[in-house]
């Protein structure tokens, strides 16, 4: 932004364009809730495959798949074999938590889905910015306005709209789904806590084969064979879903506070209906056009602040 400011220079003043720098932290904010964005997008088909899959494979199956080709794809990118150092961690419990919260997460929701349909999945997971938002400032010293608050609110509003929660009885999986929200909270937490001190390849590599190794007696206890090809590219691309999303989430939190990308998981229900209605024929209606637009609305507005700061 640029404006006209009266200079002092030597032996006088003068009037002239000043241009103001846009912050450092404003820009970094911005391209952070880009990313973000992006993650979201790429949970969305991880948890509409998991849904398709689970109709013939078990979701504890899914769940150790979606680990084990996230570790060898991690491997693959990061080439740790020239670079084995990637593994070192300065807060190797915080790792070993954030690993299990990530795995509670994926494991909840994936049970969840196999019951209910996935914008009720999200409908509940769209919780987490309110337990996020409380708990960074306790944990993380980074504490929300009321500005943000409120967004939060109205976003929240929208989700309401769309699920229309009393309408119907709610199916006992729910509680999976409640049970994921709260341990994203606490990943996406620590995954901020984590970003000042580890690399995004650490905690991406951590998080997985610590997942991957717990899940192994489960994943083949239950192990079916996937009876098409089309059934194995499925499950594989669980990994890449993973691993790609939560390599963008990582450098999401490197770049801004936790409050500020809050907001941004409501955009989810865009991606979940629209992939709702083309995999599994689930037409949108009025109340989730109405909604969803609510959502997208209370994003838009913390955007356009951010924008303002960096102008």
């Known amino acids: 932004m640029s404006g006209q400011k009266k200079i002092k220079v030597p032996g006088g003043s003068a ?22 964005l992006l993650a979201c997008l790429c949970f969305s088909g991880l948890d509409a495959t998991a849904k398709y899959l689970s109709q013939s494979l078990p979701p504890l199956q899914i769940v150790w798949m ?7 794809l991690a491997l693959i990118i990061f080439q740790v074999w020239k670079t084995p150092s990637l593994f070192k961690t300065k807060r ?14 994926t494991t909840g929701n994936f049970l969840a889905v196999q019951h209910l349909q996935l914008a009720e999945t999200m409908s509940i997971m769209f919780a987490a910015p309110f337990v996020v938002t409380a708990l960074a400032g306790p944990m993380l010293g980074e504490w929300a306005g009321i500005r943000r608050w409120a967004a939060i609110l109205v976003g929240f509003i929208g989700v309401l709209i769309v699920t229309q929660p009393g ?7 729910a509680i999976y789904a409640v049970a994921a ?33 717990a899940m192994t007696p489960a994943g083949f206890s239950v192990w079916v064979t996937p009876s098409n090809w089309f059934d194995w590219g499925l499950l594989l691309s669980t990994g890449v879903y993973g691993c790609v999303g939560h390599l963008i989430f990582i450098q ?12 941004f998981i409501y955009v ?16 949108p209606t009025v109340s989730t056009i109405i909604g969803a637009s609510i959502v997208v609305a209370s994003g838009l507005y913390i955007l ?4 303002l700061k960096a102008s």
């Open 268 to 283: 989810q229900i865009v991606w979940m209906v629209t992939l709702g209605y083309f995999v599994f024929n689930d037409v």
């Open 92 to 105: 190797p419990l915080l790792q070993i938590v954030r690993a299990f919260c990530l795995l509670a997460t």
């Open 252 to 263: 999401a939190h490197r770049l801004a506070p936790a409050p500020v990308l809050a907001p």
């Open 304 to 307: 356009y602040r951010e924008q």
């Open 66 to 72: 979606r680990f084990v080709v996230h570790v060898v």
């Open 167 to 173: 309408s119907g009885e709610m199916h006992w999986a």
């Open 15 to 36: 009037t002239g364009p000043v241009e103001t720098a846009a912050s450092p932290a404003s820009q970094a904010s911005l391209a952070a809730i880009g990313l973000i």
């Open 181 to 213: 929200l709260f341990f994203y909270a606490l990943y996406a937490l620590l995954t901020r806590k984590l970003a000042a001190t580890d690399s995004s390849a650490s905690m991406l590599l951590i998080s997985a084969a610590v997942a991957a190794i």
